[in-house]
């Protein structure tokens, strides 16, 4: 157990559905980020928290958002989904902004779209 | 775009043997760490070297930085059937204003 907690462990769902993912990120830890992993594309940044204020974006598309909460956890929505959007959808998170202290990983969330 | 790339992609030795994989990146950085990944799992931190570190060793780990070429390798020597992952790099990119950018993997197979 790493300490970073990701519900569901699987989903599967429909196109044009929306899912929430959530993670609690370790005890401490003040940052999280999200990730996407697909066959064909790695490991994708999606955007970043630090202590509940948005800190860094990266290639998150218009139907996604996120939000992190006062009690530190976060969650992803996913809306309007395509088959496309199946992946694994993982959450990090660290102590520090910058991550340079290294990430801890949930285990992540298995979407599936059909 | 993914910003270090590793080579090889996929990686087949035998048991004992020592395995080495490369990653190269593009912009100026902090830090670069490596990360494990078993089959479908979430990554594991497992070293992480700075800008100004040339090699840094972590038990059977061994990982060294060239900044001016803009590359890193990750040796694992005496290799284990435990050790059959995927490896990826990532980078702390200096300005500390992105995410850690990932490499896209190298498979390790590490037969018995």
């Known amino acids: 157990d790493s300490g970073v907690t990701q519900t569901p462990k699987h989903l599967i769902t429909a196109t044009g559905q929306r899912v929430t993912l959530r993670c609690s990120p370790r005890?401490?830890?003040?940052?999280v980020y999200w990730y996407q992993q697909s066959l064909d594309q790695g490991l994708q940044f999606l955007i970043q928290?630090?202590?509940?204020?948005?800190?860094a974006k990266g290639n998150i598309l218009e139907r996604f958002s996120a939000q992190q909460f006062p009690d530190l956890h976060s969650e992803l929505n996913l809306s309007s989904l395509e088959l496309g959007d199946s992946a694994l959808y993982f959450c990090?998170?660290?102590?520090?902004?910058?991550?340079?202290?290294?990430?801890?990983f949930g285990s992540g969330t298995r979407l599936t779209v059909v | 775009s993914q910003q270090g790339e590793e080579d090889p992609q996929a990686l087949s030795i035998q048991e004992g043997e020592n395995a080495t994989m490369n990653c190269s990146y593009k912009?100026?950085?902090?830090?670069l760490q490596w990360y494990r990944q078993n089959s479908g799992r979430g990554l594991v931190h497992l070293i992480l070297?700075?800008?100004?570190?040339r090699e840094k060793h972590s038990g059977r780990l061994r990982v060294t930085l060239d900044t001016s070429k803009k590359s890193s390798s990750l040796l694992i020597t005496a290799s284990r059937a435990a050790d059959t992952a995927s490896y990826f790099c990532?980078?702390?990119?200096?300005?500390?204003?992105?995410?850690?950018?990932f490499g896209s993997g190298t498979r390790l197979q590490v037969q018995p």
């Open positions: 070297i700075r800008s100004n570190e």
């Open positions: 990090a998170s660290s102590p520090s902004p910058t991550g340079w202290d290294g990430y801890t």
């Open positions: 928290y630090y202590n509940g204020e948005e800190r």
């Open positions: 005890s401490g830890d003040l940052s």
């Open positions: 990532a980078t702390g990119e200096d300005t500390g204003r992105r995410a850690l950018t």
């Open positions: 912009t100026s950085i902090n830090n």
